[in-house]
């Protein structure tokens, strides 16, 4: 493992002052190669897949692992779209004059290893490999071993094309040894890895936060809450709570909470319910009493701490600002939360006081991605509050580093 | 220690939407306080300082623990000159629309309950504190038992001006238990410490990468070192080697590591040896064939990678640009990396391939900290690539916020 890192950070070293035009070549030849390589990555991924459905994986999971011609044509479009993509490394973050004449710019540069350990989806590889590359970092990939026959090919085509592009190979390393033991060794490489980036479950975020010793970027839960102020535009509030629940709600952006005030629970709740017909309910009493216990079950108090990634809703009704900002805060998971309202007042409120990634007002939390806040890709959604919160493109994967120019400058006396 | 953190907590969130007004005015009345208090702190801390003789502690740690009436002016002053910096809260980083005629913002906003774990100086008390009050954050601190009674009194005196301002006594929350087991306990209250401040010896920080699980930032090491290239004005290079080793050696941008071209090294060794008569040499052959072996002792790998904090400097002497930016990558520890040169490409090629927080043309390592970069106060230098690079001051005690604006928009079908 220690060589692999290794590997990883010599390259990193040659990445990091790659120009824009021969990142962007690679990426496209890596493109090139995995279409041209499409036969032998869709018999590797057979074999993953076989392997799968022999050892009883369930058919969602199957699914999620299994290449087709149109995924990969999504793998190889992904990396063309990140060649195109603005390079973050060299820009000038801030620039400015201090009195002893220094001139001070903080320039990003890149991170220099950025590990990344995520479960079964093949496409992983790619994409993150190649945000990576556009970004001046080397990839460590770990992924599932469910999928390592799949992402071994994935990653022999893209490092023959940066060879061929005059970068390093190991512009992108993937451990090949999927056991418990590698993983545990894999997040204590601390001096070799700058950033550990997982993409997982609960319990590979769990794991990484009690063992890790190298920095990590957690991209965490969703329990995202809108709430219907008493001013709000009822017709605006049932399309955005219809929106940010169903339209996709497996991800972590989408709802998982409705917060009503009581002034308008009784006239927005009846059709509400009915627009989220496919959508199981779950409230409190008010909420009950208003629909029916036909309509809405009861909840508890860790419905309102669940994210269901599925078709159920929990329903509070509040009686004020403050009740909702206190309940937002106290259930949420800080990843995003919306307000619908017309007072100019509420919306500033809510979003001073509620503590999350992204605060909305009168937009659906679906929007809080690398793509719709126009970052082109990204590798994730932070939900910490170090380097990164929020959706991660390009530059997320950028630290920056101060340049000082003088003239022959010497410290004079004075406080330390 | 968690109805500790819980306190600091609830306060944190009144800080959160605090105005600069009241923050500052706590500020001043904290400064006040302590002076007013003058008569009380100088006994606890003589308390303290008669318990440190007697248990046998060195006199330079005595000497840190002290306070005296300078000092507590200095920590007066200190809070005064916090209340006059600009406020970041508030700030927006970034703003623009989206095609979905989105209003996005990036709002500067306090990180929560910052956590400063720190030694022997009880001046750190209200530096610290004063810092996270002035950005909206509550501080939760924990100092060494050797300065309990100082850090009590100073804490109990600035609790009580917070207070007399408006503002929660426990936006300060010093933990009374100096323990082993305490400390251990500190560094893993995930949920409630936002950012972990470490500010101390090796020992501290080896704990901290070991044991901790919450999020920290890292004041590390500076093993500096100033390269001579061949192209120097040597008049220049002399004067930057000597402020940077030898004004103030005992801090971490003290330069440790002179590296010298080939070509030069005859004519600026001697002289500079002149310049540094009471500064001890250690250095290579080429070093000690120019100097004698009188001058310079012999170099081991390891001198090469320590930081000396002392009057002693080791001399490496390199064929090359390529050579000098390898050593400094390799033996360097990330702080801050001089290069005296006139030739610009020279110039360019250090800045963009010398990987640390800090890279310095023609002027002294001394300059990277945040007084001398204009934050007008710092709590610390950060060596670590996430969140913050360098000197550390208001603004990176913050994180920021995405505040999107919308008028009822909702999100299509198309990419997840």
Known sequence: MAELAARAKAAARVLSTADTETKNHALLLAAGQLEQDRDDLLD???????????????????????????????????????????????????????????????????????????????NVTSDAAGLCLKSGNAAFLRGSSSALASNLAIAAAMRDAYEKAGLPGDALVLVSDTSHAAAAEFMKLRGSIDCLIPRGGPGLIASILENATVPYVIDGDGNCHVYVDASADLDTARRIVVNAKTQRPSVCNAAESLVVHRSVAAQLLPPLAGDLADVELVGDEAAQAILGPDRIGKATESDYSTEYLELKMSVKVVDSLDEAIAHVNDTGSGHSEAIVTSDLNAADRFCAEVDAAAVLVNASTRFVDGEEFGFGAEIGISTQKLHARGPMGLRQLTTTKYVVRGEGQVRGEGIC
Request: positive net charge.
């Open 44 to 122: 590797a991924n057979r074999a993953d897949v076989d392997a799968a459905i022999a050892s009883g994986m369930s058919a969602t999971l199957v699914d999620r692992l299994r290449l087709t011609d149109s995924r990969l044509a999504g793998m190889a479009g992904g990396l063309r779209k990140v060649a195109g993509l603005a390079d973050p490394v060299g820009e000038i973050a801030e620039g400015w004059v201090v009195p002893s004449g220094l001139r001070i710019s903080r320039v990003r540069v890149p991170l220099g290893v950025v590990a990344i350990v995520y479960e079964s989806r093949p």
